[in-house]
């Protein structure tokens, strides 16, 4: 991570509510603004957490995603609104972040992150924030992780279900995505189009994935690494269970 860099006058104004936190304090904003975020998906999870990360003051954001915004995007996707129908979601997504705080970079990258162009996507990178909705793609941002030693937030939902989990699959006692869901690509699976998804329910796991960021980039409580968050809004029943590494892994059994 880039060293901390000193805040200014209106910066230590605007994060005054977090420099009081003695868990963050100066030095952690500090530490915030020097940090750099990759977020893998400007959807549902992606656009609250993007809003919320800019919002803490994150100095350097980038946001990858090749889809253009729908209609049906809207009843989820809070960074959008109806006359940005048809645009890139990237763009329309940086743009609103850049109106919220002009003092975070926002890094738009037009694409689909893949095994091929994931170094060039992620250079810099301190933490990825995974907030997509395929298996391809989630598999191809873990092995990433793990080759390139950057922790990994994982995030998904689906009708009224949530989950978050932190993986750091490289160490040789923590757990890969792939340890949790196996590493094979081509399964069946639900999109929100088939299944449906509650709206606000994106903003709850959104949100709670990018204070699960903040929690990794300036550390406090009890740290979320090796376990999963499940939540089921339905009945508002919330658990957490423990990811054991898989020893035969074959995403991340070489770092053992």
């Not at 992620?122 to 395929?134: F, M, Q, R, V």
């Not at 793609?137 to 390139?148: K, Q, Y």
Request: with cysteine.
């Amino acid at each position: 991570m880039t060293p901390a860099a000193a805040l200014s006058d209106e910066e230590l104004d605007r994060y005054a509510r977090h420099i009081v936190l003695p868990q963050i304090g100066g030095a952690g904003q500090a530490t915030l603004k020097a940090a750099h975020v990759a977020i893998i998906g400007a959807g549902g999870i992606g656009c609250p957490a993007l809003l919320y990360l800019t919002a803490a003051g994150v100095g350097t954001i980038t946001l990858i995603d090749d889809d253009d915004i729908a209609l049906s995007n809207l009843q989820r996707q809070i960074a959008f609104g109806t006359a940005d129908v048809g645009q890139s979601k990237v763009n329309v997504a940086a743009a609103a972040a850049v109106r919220l705080n002009a003092h975070v970079r926002i890094a738009p990258q037009r694409a689909r992150i893949a095994d091929a162009n994931a170094a060039a996507l992620l250079t810099g990178a301190d933490i990825i924030l995974d907030g997509c909705d395929n298996f391809a793609t989630r598999l191809a941002v873990n092995r990433a992780s793990i080759v390139r030693r950057i922790p990994l937030i994982s995030a998904a939902i689906g009708a009224f279900e949530g989950q978050i989990a932190h993986f750091r699959g490289w160490e040789d006692d923590q757990s890969c995505y792939a340890c949790l869901v196996g590493d094979q690509p081509d399964r069946p699976e639900a999109n929100c189009a088939e299944a449906g998804v509650l709206g606000a329910l994106a903003g709850v796991i959104g949100t709670f994935a990018a204070l699960e960021v903040v929690r990794a980039l300036v550390p406090f409580g009890t740290a979320l690494t090796g376990h999963l968050f499940l939540s089921d809004m339905i009945d508002r029943r919330v658990r957490e269970i423990r990811i054991v590494k898989d020893p035969q892994c074959p995403a991340c059994r070489k770092s053992i």
